[in-house]
């Protein structure tokens, strides 16, 4: 009996529904049955102190990823637990199927889910990685309000007939639209503080382009990737923050489906339909290296295998999906690069 009740504590998993300052707890033993639900606060202290007071001897503690994920797993693991965190769109899928949508039912079904076994872990990155991703980050929240206020102004342009070149620099907008808004009292009135706004707001992001630039080049990862035609620093810096550790893959290949460049499938009896790109693992990435593939191919003047193949696939397939494949492509070279520390070759690169 002894024996039995040591098994039974000792297989126990909890599962935990991550809020934003709340956690719903569900403890589970190894047939399933729910020993506690709880509600703690979503801090590593609060959750460490009531699995010792309680006594369990736990398993696993399992939670899907999020944005508190990181702090979560780092710190779990920390107090001697064993940590598991689950790819969100499986356990999104096996949440679906239960009638209820609570918090208390979710932190059930991914107890349930741990248990069982059917999941997917996901890596969790180190502190270097989660730096540059807010340095990245940063820098794209201040283009993003820049190029806002700057189509804004174009907008209120529009109602006085005044219509500005579409091809305008971001470098020489201000000295272009100042003037204009200066000769009209009206306009200066309500236009002249969202300009100054955008002047500060890009010489931020210059400010901002600077670091990366300086980041990436002390970088010896970064300074190694920069080698490939078309990759620029935050191409660099974005691959190498999402990959993190490129051992986590045993194949270059599959880096192209992490990032969601390769065609999802549908296959059941007779049918057998490819279908687009997946677009899974992370959007930022995905457009870096498409941006690097299309500066590949269209500015870079340095012959490559790579880009040969590429032009060879835009006339037969057209450029879209030769820019697709192109920037699959190149993830699988970066990862080669980065695993085997070589530099990019012209000859035989593809």
């Given amino acids: ?35 506690e639900e709880v509600s ?9 102190d009531h699995i010792r007071e309680a006594g369990y001897a736990v398993e696993r503690i399992g939670f899907e990823a999020g944005t508190m994920s ?14 598991v965190c689950m790819e969100s769109r499986q356990v999104a899928a096996a949440l679906s199927a239960m009638r209820n949508k609570t918090d208390k039912a979710d932190a059930r ?6 248990r069982a ?13 989660h730096d540059i991703r807010a340095l990245l980050s940063a820098r794209k929240a201040l283009l993003s309000k820049c190029i806002d206020l700057e189509n804004e102004i174009r907008g209120l342009f529009k109602a006085f007939g005044i219509r500005l070149p579409s091809h305008l620099s971001r470098l020489r907008f201000d000295e272009k ?74 194949s270059s290949r599959l880096v192209g489906s992490h990032f969601g460049l390769t065609p999802r499938r549908f296959q059941s009896g007779e049918m057998d339909n490819p279908g687009r790109i997946s677009r899974a693992g992370d959007r930022g990435v ?17 012959p490559s295998a790579l880009k040969t193949w590429g032009l060879r696939l835009a006339r037969t397939k057209g450029r879209r999906r030769a820019l697709v494949a192109v920037a699959r492509k190149l993830a699988v070279i970066l990862h080669r690069m980065w695993v085997t520390n070589t530099p990019f070759l012209s000859e035989g690169a593809a």
Wanted: one cysteine or more; hydrophobic letters at 50%; aromatic letters at 6%.
């Fill in 286 to 302: 995905r457009a870096t290296l498409y941006t690097a593939a299309n500066s590949l191919l269209l500015r870079s003047t340095r």
């Fill in 117 to 129: 076994g059917w999941y997917t872990p996901v890596h969790m990155k180190a502190r270097e990685s």
């Fill in 1 to 35: 009996m002894g024996c039995k009740l040591k098994e039974k504590i000792m297989s126990i998993c909890v599962g935990l529904d991550v809020s934003l300052r709340s956690v719903a707890m569900c403890v589970l033993d190894a047939k399933g049955a729910i020993i």
């Fill in 177 to 250: 639209v100042r003037p204009i808004i200066v000769a009209d009292e009206a306009l200066a009135f309500a236009m002249l503080p969202m300009l100054e706004a955008r002047g500060v707001l890009y010489d931020a992001f210059r400010a901002m382009e600077k670091r990366v630039y300086a980041v990436s080049h002390k970088d010896p990862v970064c300074a190694l990737l920069m080698t490939a035609p078309g990759v620029g620093p935050v191409t660099a810096l974005a691959f190498k923050a999402a990959i993190d550790d490129p051992a986590r893959f045993t």
């Fill in 70 to 83: 990181q702090m979560l797993f780092h710190g779990l693991t920390a107090e001697g637990f064993e940590v």
């Fill in 40 to 48: 703690l606060p979503c801090e590593v202290e609060a959750i460490t």
């Fill in 109 to 114: 079904g991914i107890a349930q889910v741990l």
